[in-house]
T-cell receptor
Framework: GQQVMQIPQYQHVQEGEDFTTYCNSSTTLSNIQWYKQRPGGHPVFLIQLVKSGEVKKQKRLTFQFGEAKKNSSLHITATQTTDVGTYFCAGRSSGTYKYIFGTGTRLKVLA | SAVISQKPSRDICQRGTSLTIQCQVDSQVTMMFWYRQQPGQSLTLIAT?????????ESGFVIDKFPISRPNLTFSTLTVSNMSPEDSSIYLC?????????????FGPGTRLTVL
């Protein structure tokens, strides 16, 4: 079945440093979403990417969808303590209604 | 956006018993999803619940163990039956919002289940 892997599994950064998490799907995706889950909270939607090679920005966050629509990345510039949490990608394949969540990257930001 | 509530928020149960988790949405939605998230892990889809039809279960999850009801467009329940410690997890319901150009999922706050 479809698998969605993320690397790294954990990342500790000093506040102000940049952070990137990578998401790789075993199958071609029709679209990909990113979610953030704070400790003790539930996943919260960040963004959706649909087009091959698409790049979207939200303030310090930059999201990319690969040309082959099998991988994606989330880059955070100048991390802040409020960025702490686990970041999940979730991919949807053509012809299906469901999303498969990636393994997640847990980010810790040291002040 | 959709506001989702879940009951109970947490519970501690004895093995062999069953627990029913309720999910209430503040608007009518077609599809509701039930996920399981074990501590420190990702989300695993258990089943999709459509109103008026039987739920669709993912590989590894069966109706006898996780019966789901969907009596109307704003409510669903998930029962965890004949529980064992391996069922200890967070159970989340979610819905998709199709009002915008994209179909983001909104999640409930989750039910933290501990089975002794």
């Amino acid at each position: 079945g479809q698998q969605v892997m993320q690397i790294p599994q954990y990342q500790h950064v000093q506040e102000g440093e940049d952070f990137t998490t990578y998401c790789n799907s075993s199958t071609t995706l029709s679209n990909i979403q990113w979610y953030k889950q704070r400790p003790g909270g539930h996943p919260v939607f960040l963004i959706q990417l649909v087009k091959s090679g698409e790049v979207k920005k939200q303030k310090r966050l930059t999201f990319q969808f690969g040309e082959a629509k099998k991988n994606s990345s989330l880059h955070i510039t100048a991390t802040q303590t409020t960025d702490v949490g686990t970041y999940f990608c979730a991919g949807r394949s053509s012809g299906t209604y469901k999303y498969i969540f990636g393994t997640g990257t847990r980010l810790k930001v040291l002040a | 956006s959709a506001v989702i509530s879940q009951k109970p928020s947490r519970d501690i149960c004895q093995r062999g018993t069953s627990l029913t988790i309720q999910c209430q949405v503040d608007s009518q939605v077609t599809m509701m999803f039930w996920y399981r998230q074990q501590p420190g892990q990702s989300l695993t889809l258990i089943a999709t619940a459509n109103q008026g039809s039987e739920a669709t279960y993912e590989s590894g999850f069966v109706i006898d163990k996780f019966p789901i009801s969907r009596p109307n467009l704003t409510f669903s329940t998930l029962t965890v039956s004949n529980m064992s410690p391996e069922d200890s997890s967070i159970y989340l319901c979610s819905v998709e919002n199709w009002d915008r150009a994209y179909n983001e999922q909104f999640f409930g706050p989750g039910t933290r289940l501990t089975v002794l």
